[in-house]
């Protein structure tokens, strides 16, 4: 199946479902007897994980009836599981006005004397990205002349006229909370999240959003993912372009070749679906017996089964699919995504599912800023993506299909898109493998393979005597087309079974036909896996080391370097530290031997154990803040703790005291060695009164240019010189609080410089 998917998208909110006895109880002299009836709960819907080759809908009423179907069927499981009530765990769990304020007088046009162009990798660092010519949103983007940062609620401009100065350009406030954006040219793109109750009761966004089906009011969902797109031009004045909402939740975003695709998943709210039992009033309090107990609750499940499906007989299906919001002049326009024959949505086969996984794909190239989105009905996504190829895995199954179906074992659906074509998203076919998926990194593709590394085993099933011992894998995989049906599926090619038995994969890296692998439980083995063949995937080396690494950056062919934390105790290397951040540097040059180079502990503070917390890197479980600039050989990684101290002054008074430590620790990296080079210390931003420690963000970011580098964290942006480590430019930001006007769209540009648009209402 080569079939085009296309349309608007959607997110997700996770809705934990709640089981709960509302019960006021009558007195032991209103006793009363309690019948033993017979009760008809319904027969179980098939579960089956089916095939994952994505069906597209045929019609818009097989989609209501199948998404009907999986509501009714998952909540029914929710009120069986409150019948047995001491298996019951309560539901599923997911193991993610504007104004130019004038800080700054001077001008923000950039001197004549400046060179032409900055290219990004040469002249400046940028987003540390899992691929070549695939970029990552981010909070934090560059173009070499400015910097953009969107930070509590604010998108702060910067100029940077020339290496080693820092200006204020302009501050908006954007709605909600800015998470990303995405940078081409002259067009940015704010991806935000907003909560209903970011949206102002005079917005006409509330009336769309509010779901009423005659009993019931409520939210379609409480949470939209909004796009803000920007003309950037001007970097004083940033000209707002166009807003969109989407319905759920934001996972991530890629830009190739000046095409954004999004990813969000949602899951529709049903008000006044029912998961949970309504007790009679003297269910407490009653000397009732287990079996009359269990017949109450039997009663309570097929009264709110019966009630659930008079409900759902009531609801329109645009009531349960996910929307797209635009915002024009002032008023909302409602982009409906079923098309007219529903043709836009498509399932794995034979699946339950009720969440949608929605690409939505932006052309920043075409002058009218067309979108489209592709949507699968599945379960909550990873997203990795090449040049040509985006890949959505999600699990083959759904928490509420184990409810006494321990027979089925995990495995992830693996959905193919080509974005070899600007501004185009077409899917390309499906597959499946054993086991979980951690993360984008542990999903590769290369010349036309798909790579991933799984592990097996029934190790989240806590409930199970004796599960399936974990494993790890390396599965390679190719399209094929089957000749009678046209349609093309991911089909494997080779495996390499075995890895690591009773350990679980930390971190992972694919880098054309070699992959490193590294697995804990108390050691950390790397492993070396060779993917010349894809038929046969081939351990080459093992090397056991203590503590373990949660992120593998690649140097060259002969070296890799990664971050993590070492071990607890050194002699044993037993369990982790959680003072220090550990980088390791290991030579690889024979493939089937690798060495461990050296490793490098840090820490933000000279004594970590003289009352100091455990210390921190966000580059420990966030790449984008692992910077690692090749052409001067050197590493930046932000480190933070912090420690409580009190005394007593003079006059006897006692006094508490927070101190908060937030540094930029750079490295110099050679392929043989590492060593700590010097510091970016923003402590002093968190110790005044205007900046308290419980609004300290730490430093986020890092970003060199030239001979410099400038660090970024909610307070300030600082520009330090790398030969000296002086400070030679800072600017300090400003807060939410400060903004009160708004920004200009391109409409109003020509009427006032405080006249606009607002996209933050």
Known sequence: MATKLSRPIIAILLVFLMATSGCLGASKDDKKSHELVSVDLGEETKRSIGSPNLKVYDDCTELESSLKSSILEEARTSLLQAVEEEYYWGGGMWAEDGVDVGMDESSSSLPSSQPATRTEGVDYSGTNNQEQGVDEADFVKTNGFNIFFVDDGILHIMDVPEFGEIEHASSTQIQGNPVAMMLNEDKLIVISVVSNWNIEQDDPLQDVMKFWNGDWYGWRTSTLTKFTIFNISDSSTPLLDRELYLEGYYLTAREVSGTVRAVTHT?????????????????????????????????????????????????????????????????????????????????????????????????????????????????????????????????AWDWWWYWGHDDILESTNIHTFDISDPGETTYSGSGRVDGTILDQFSISEHEGVVRVATTTGQWARWWMQNPEPMENHVITLSHSLDIETGESS???????????????????????????????????????????????????????????????????????????????????????????????????????????????????????????????????????????????????????????????????????????????????????????????????????????????????????????????????????????????????????????????????????????SDPGR
């Open 267 to 395: 899951w529709m709210n049903i008000p006044d679906l029912r998961t949970w039992l309504t007790y009679p009033d003297d269910y407490y309090y009653e000397d009732y017996s287990e079996e009359q107990r269990r017949n109450m609750r039997e009663i309570a499940a097929q009264n709110s089964i019966q009630h659930n499906k008079r409900l759902m007989e009531n609801i329109s299906l645009k009531d349960i699919l996910p929307q797209v919001h635009e915002r024009i002049d002032g008023d909302i326009v409602t982009h409906h995504l079923s098309g007219d024959d529903c043709s836009d949505f498509a399932t794995p086969e034979g699946a339950l599912n009720r969440g949608y996984t929605s690409i939505f794909t932006i052309d920043l190239n075409s002058d009218v800023l067309s979108f489209e989105a592709d949507h699968i009905v599945g379960n909550w996504p990873l997203v990795y993506s090449s040049k040509d190829t985006l890949i959505i895995t999600e699990n």
């Open 490 to 756: 991911l089909m494997e090619l080779g495996r390499v079974d075995g890895i690591a038995y009773n350990e679980t994969i930390w971190s992972a890296r694919f880098l054309d036909d070699r992959a490193y692998i590294v697995t804990f439980e108390n050691m950390d083995p790397l492993w070396t896996i060779d993917l010349s063949d894809p038929t046969s995937p081939t351990i080459m080396g093992e090397l056991e080391v203590p503590g373990v690494s949660t992120y593998i950056h690649p140097l060259s062919d002969d070296a890799i370097l990664t971050i993590g934390l070492g071990p607890a105790d050194e002699e044993t290397g037993l369990g982790l530290d959680w003072g220090h951040t550990r980088l390791s540097l290991f030579d690889v040059s024979n493939f089937s031997d690798p060495q461990l180079a050296q490793t490098l502990s840090l820490s933000p503070v000279e004594n970590p154990e003289e009352g100091w917390f455990w210390a921190w890197s966000e580059a420990t479980w966030e790449h984008k803040a692992f910077q690692y600039w090749e052409p001067k050989n050197m590493l930046a990684v932000p480190m933070n703790t912090y420690r409580f101290s009190s005394h007593y002054d003079d006059d006897g008074r006692y006094h508490y005291e927070y101190e908060w430590v937030s540094k930029l620790m750079i490295i110099n990296v050679t392929e043989q060695s590492l060593e700590i080079y010097g510091e970016v210390d923003h402590s002093q931003f968190y110790q005044t009164d205007e900046n308290h420690w419980w609004y300290s963000y730490n430093i986020r970011r890092s970003i060199f240019m030239g001979d410099y580098i400038y660090a970024i964290s909610h307070a300030g942006v600082t520009v330090t010189q790398l030969d000296t480590l002086e400070e030679v430019d800072m600017v300090q930001l400003v807060t939410f609080d400060n903004i009160e006007s708004d920004v200009p769209s391109e409409e109003t540009e020509n009427e006032s410089e405080d006249s606009a």
